[in-house]
């Protein structure tokens, strides 16, 4: 199958293909911190969580717009405001979720998943009627578009490394926010004893919905990334759910690192099995066999041992 | 050692489980011999409880051995450990909330325990006598009819003891029976215990005194996973281990 | 007072229930709706057998599947194959490169039946695969995944996963299965023309027998002490697996049984609609079908059956008159039903309706349980409860 390519071709298309993993790779991340924080820390399986990433990118989209009419000398930098409001919006509208829906199916897990399937239903009717049923784009900044070349065969795109950069970036300040901030604490707090942290003083229905409030924000930042690598519709949100579930499952939920290294561990084999095989296939092969290793080993690649 | 082996119910030797590096049962041995009362005491976290899960299969072991007649229990499943004539009751109170107090009798009839004998299970004279049988000796009588859900605390625990009952195991182990109940459903509970332990095996797991001298043929204290001190509860209350760790305060 | 606690199959409130939804699937439905009308209702029927698969396992058992639509499809495939093939001579296909495959081979340049479609020739291969097929798949997801003791929303998801595979590899392998249309253009099933009004009316009550076959079997084992066990399952699966029981196994048994009801239901769908395709199998319509058991009532075989009606009817009603308000109605429904009806209308019936029934009727109400609610709820509550703290101490 090789049989065609010089070495060197073959180390390119081996190059440029895990870049393109790369790429998937931080894609994953950014989808599925928000998730990771969300089900992990609070046992809520949010299945809007698509919805709140499309919110980001609309956000996105909304802003790029008003620059482009108001503001267009400042064109180049309307990405990070709109980065900035996305959080905002996702977040607020995560809050109000948790307030009037979540809060309330704390102790039924699965009835969470039908009612956060129902909003993302409602979502997503929202959506249509406001943007309309046809996918949109946004312009993306001179300075984002073309490839860096880093040898005459292999180049990279500048808007994937910006990405890329971006997962890396919001990973850290997740974890300083877990690890180094009074929420982390208290959410690491409450996730390991609900009633003894509320009774240390705790405000835990403050806590929940901060930390689902975060968690939808990060989602918002993830769907305005998105709209640099592709275009948005009201639907989008769907394509992802299920891969980022898988992401976070596979790496244990819970734990942040193991979110990381399985969203390393997917996007990789399904770009280099892209390479072989069609696209569908390559992705049913790495659906499956994630999934053949969930039965394996339910708890994941990186479980917390807890005494039940 | 050969000798003996048939002649103990139960056999653990050596027992050890560890979790994560910390040992919370470490190289524990003992003896339960036919119709024997053995109470385990010890401080909180001794790991009494984690002996009971290791013993029915709810938590596997790191290493050692648990013989009951003559079978190895540590590479048997739960299920089959039950079967064979192991009964386990948890610390807290664990009925079917949703069914009647006769239906959780019923689940533990000893009868039609597979998939297709559970589906053709009939529910015949037999089963209907055995189950007011029990239901009279756990103080029940009137509530059969009655949701497990609404039965106060000692009366969910005497149900849960009616249904070891009626399961009728060689070996029983109970977690604090007597935990949580006023004192006149604690004299009850003596009262039935002492019933319920003859003619067969038992393990008690207890923290009040009175209460473990009026039933144990031999005591194990238990601290930090290993065993104590044991014999009969005269010997085991002047052991001055025993009373510096667990009963000196 | 001696009561009486004799198992009997059906309660006599129970009988009354049943025979009114007899008396709605076999009289009123035919004798109201035109032959398209009662088509539609056929089809919406077929869902049901799903939901009352679900009402088993997650009203009873607690085990919530995302994936029914897998079952459901493997059955409407299986189906469907075989009345492709029977579509496909070499006379009817004579103009295709490779006459006697089916067309949409034929389009992808697929010049041989693959052998695992050969089998498929045969009615009563498939109609047995109609039903083993499913059970088959759904026994080696059950033993993986109960054997180690996944559940709650691990399985959910990796069920919803399951579907999702399944409907990208029958999407991706077009030369196979036919693709994103999946298998059109089905005639007749041994020379019987199933387009046809009478024959379409003629397997309306085919459906409605079957589907009352499975109520049957759904009836029987709620009723048997297995039906027990699921309940004592859902509230204290370690207490049952002390009891000596094998807990895996009966949980696998459920969800063999609820994809062997799912298989039944594609296959009718496919010989009443009479097509197959990868719209019903995806996560979409799985998770579609436990809306319809919700709203139904998750404790209640025969709410299931009307809450599908219920549900597919209003679906549409509304998407012909206005599809944008469809969706958000669906997704209203879905929360409404969890928030406040988690018992749904069998829930409404018996803790709302009857008891005013009651009151109106006083003096004539005989039996005390309510019967449209079968299965106990869980008791959400009970954690609370003062004796449940004191335990805890
Ligand atoms: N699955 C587990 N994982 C980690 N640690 C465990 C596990 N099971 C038990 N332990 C630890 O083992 C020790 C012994 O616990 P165990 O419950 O057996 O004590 P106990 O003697 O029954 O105490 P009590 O009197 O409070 O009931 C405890 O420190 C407990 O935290
Ligand atoms: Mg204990």
Redesign the interface.
């Known amino acids: 199958m090789f049989a065609g390519y010089s070495a060197g071709e073959l180390t390119a298309i081996f190059a440029m293909q895990g870049f393109a993993g790369l790429i998937l790779f931080s894609v994953f991340v950014l989808m599925a911190l928000g998730l990771a924080i969300i089900f992990g820390q609070m046992g809520v399986i949010n299945m809007a969580h698509g919805e709140f990433m499309i919110l980001g990118a609309y956000v996105t989209y909304l802003v790029s717009h008003a620059f482009a009419d108001y503001m267009p000398a400042l064109f180049s930098f309307y990405f990070f405001v709109a980065m900035a409001l996305a959080f905002l919006a996702s977040g607020a509208l995560g809050m109000l979720v948790e307030w009037g829906l979540i809060r309330h199916l704390y102790r039924r897990p699965l009835d969470t998943l039908l009612a956060t399937w129902g909003l993302s239903l409602i979502l997503q009717q929202i959506y249509r009627s406001v943007f309309g049923a046809r996918e949109v784009g946004v312009t993306i900044p001179d300075w984002m578009m073309g490839s860096l070349p880093l040898t005459d065969m292999i180049e990279v795109p500048i808007n994937g490394l910006f990405v890329m950069a971006l997962a890396l970036g919001i990973s850290v300040a997740i974890y300083l926010l877990m690890f180094r901030s009074r929420w982390g604490q208290q959410v690491r707090a409450i996730n390991q004893n609900r009633v003894m942290a509320g009774a240390v003083g705790i405000n835990t229905e403050r806590t929940d919905r901060l930390t689902f409030g975060i968690g939808c924000g990060i989602a918002g930042v993830a769907g305005s990334a998105f709209t640099m690598i592709g275009s948005t519709g009201p639907t989008s949100g769907q394509l992802y759910i299920v891969d980022t579930f898988l992401v976070v499952v596979f790496g244990g939920a819970g734990s942040i690192l193991g979110t990381i290294a399985s969203a390393f561990t997917i996007s990789q084999a399904q770009s280099v099995l892209e390479f072989f095989l069609s696209g569908s296939m390559a992705k049913v092969i790495t659906l499956l066999v994630v999934v053949g290793i969930l039965m394996l080993r339910p708890q994941g690649l990186f479980a917390l041992k807890l005494r039940k | 050692m050969s000798i003996h082996q048939t002649s103990f119910v139960l056999s653990v030797e050596d027992l050890t489980v560890s979790?994560?590096g910390f040992k919370a049962v470490d190289g524990l041995t003992f003896y339960v011999e036919p119709n024997e009362c053995r109470v385990m005491i010890g401080p909180n976290g001794a790991g009494k409880t984690t002996v009971l899960d290791l013993i029915?299969g709810?938590t596997r072991a790191t290493s050692g051995s648990v013989r009951f007649k003559d079978q190895e229990l540590l590479s048997m499943?739960?299920?089959q450990i039950?079967?064979a004539g192991v009964?386990?009751k948890?610390q807290?109170?664990?009925?079917?909330?949703?069914?009647s107090v006769?239906?959780n009798l019923?689940?533990?009839f000893?009868r039609?325990?597979?998939?297709f004998g559970?589906?053709?299970?009939r529910?015949d004279a037999e089963v209907?006598d055995r189950i007011q049988e029990i239901a009279e000796t756990i103080f029940l009588a009137d509530l059969?009819?009655e949701?497990a859900?609404f039965?106060?605390?000692g009366q969910?625990q005497w149900l849960?003891i009616g249904?070891l009952l009626i399961?009728d195991p060689e070996l029983l182990m109970l977690d604090e029976p007597v935990?949580?109940m006023s004192v006149a459903e604690r004299k009850k509970t003596a009262e039935l215990l002492n019933r319920i332990i003859d003619h067969r095996s038992v393990i008690v797991i207890e923290h009040d005194m009175g209460f473990v001298e009026d039933i144990a043929t031999r005591v194990t204290v238990l601290h930090q996973g290993k065993t104590l001190s044991e014999g009969k509860m005269d010997k085991v209350k002047n052991d001055p281990k025993v009373i510096e760790v667990y009963l000196g305060h | 007072m001696q009561i009486d606690r004799k198992t009997r199959f059906l309660t006599r409130e129970e009988a009354i229930y049943f025979g009114l939804l007899a008396a709605v699937i076999f009289l009123i439905l035919p004798l109201a709706l035109d032959s398209f009308r009662l088509n539609l209702f056929g089809k919406y029927l077929t869902y049901a057998f799903v939901a009352i698969g679900l009402v088993l396992c997650w009203g009873a058992g607690g085990i919530l599947s995302l994936g029914q639509g897998v079952f459901f499809g493997l059955g409407g495939y299986a189906m469907a194959m075989f009345l492709k093939l029977e579509a496909s001579t070499p006379e009817a296909t004579a103009i295709q490169s490779t006459p006697g495959i089916p067309d949409f081979m034929d389009w992808n340049q697929i010049t041989a039946l693959p052998w695992w479609w050969e089998p498929f020739n045969s009615l009563a291969f498939s109609l047995i695969a109609v039903v083993i097929v499913p059970v088959a798949f759904a026994f080696i997801i059950g033993v993986a995944m109960f054997r180690r003791r996944v559940g709650g929303v691990y399985f959910a998801i990796i069920t919803q996963a399951i579907a999702a595979i399944l409907t990208i590899l029958i999407i991706g392998q077009q030369g196979f299965t036919g693709g994103v249309n999946g298998i059109t253009d089905l005639r007749t099933l041994k020379g019987w023309d199933i387009r046809t009004d009478e024959a379409k009316e003629i397997l309306y009550f085919v459906n409605a027998v079957l589907l009352f076959a499975c109520l049957f079997a759904a009836q029987y084992v709620r009723r048997s002490k297995l039906g027990r066990l699921l309940i004592a399952m859902r509230d204290q699966e370690d207490r049952v697996r002390f009891s000596g029981y094998d807990v895996a196994s009966f949980k696998i048994f459920v969800f063999c049984l609820g994809a062997a009801f799912a298989g039944i239901g594609g296959a009718m769908f496919t010989l009443q609609v009479g097509f197959m395709s990868p719209t019903l199998v995806g996560i979409v319509p799985s998770i579609e079908m436990v809306i319809f058991a919700a709203v139904g009532g998750r404790l209640s075989i025969l709410g299931a059956v009307y809450g599908t009606l219920l549900v597919n009817w209003a679906k549409t009603t509304l998407s012909e008159s206005f599809p944008e308000l469809w969706l958000l109605g669906l997704g209203a429904l879905f929360i409404a039903v969890v928030m406040f009806f988690p018992n749904g209308l069998a829930g409404l019936w018996s803790e709302q309706v009857m008891p005013r029934l009651r009151k109106l009727f006083a003096g004539r109400g005989a039996g005390a349980r309510p019967p449209a609610a079968p299965f106990p709820a869980n008791s959400a509550s009970a954690p609370d409860s003062p004796a449940a703290k004191a335990a805890a101490e």
Not at chain 2, 92 to 99: A, G, K, N, R
Request: glycine content about 8%; overall charge negative; some cysteine.
């Open positions: 979790f994560d029915c709810r499943r739960e299920d039950v079967l009964g386990r948890f807290t109170p664990s009925v079917y909330e949703d069914l006769f239906e019923e689940l533990s000893p039609g325990h597979g998939v559970s589906l053709f299970f529910r209907k059969l009819d949701k859900a039965l106060s605390h969910k849960e249904m399961q935990a949580g």
